[in-house]
């Protein structure tokens, strides 16, 4: 197990529902990855990379509700700025599934 947190470290994270409204391939990135505009509601739309080209296309992915961290800041990669962190279980080989929401959610609600 990994080390073990404490509640308030816990609340500091804010993952937050999204829809992916744009998903474009990103050839600059040193990995295969996506670039992603996600529409968070009320908290706006941010932009994320994401190396989940395995198992998912830029058509497939338009539309998707996804939970990401909205609170980090801003990440470099290459010429784009990553402002929030599109998570995903990390498998077996096939790569990185998206955590997504099995029923319609408001965007920008808050994962608890």
Known sequence: MEQLIQWSD???IEMRVGTIIQ????????KPAYRLSIDFG???IKKSSAQITNLYTPENLVGKRIIAVVNFPVKKIGPF??????LGVIGDAQGVTLLTTDLPVSNGLRIA
Not at 23 to 30: G, I, K, L, S
Not at 81 to 86: A, D, F, G, I
């Open 23 to 30: 998903a474009d391939e990103f050839p600059e990135a040193r």
């Open 81 to 86: 700025e990553s402002e929030c962190l599109v």
């Open 42 to 44: 009320e908290f706006g």
């Open 10 to 12: 816990f609340e500091k």
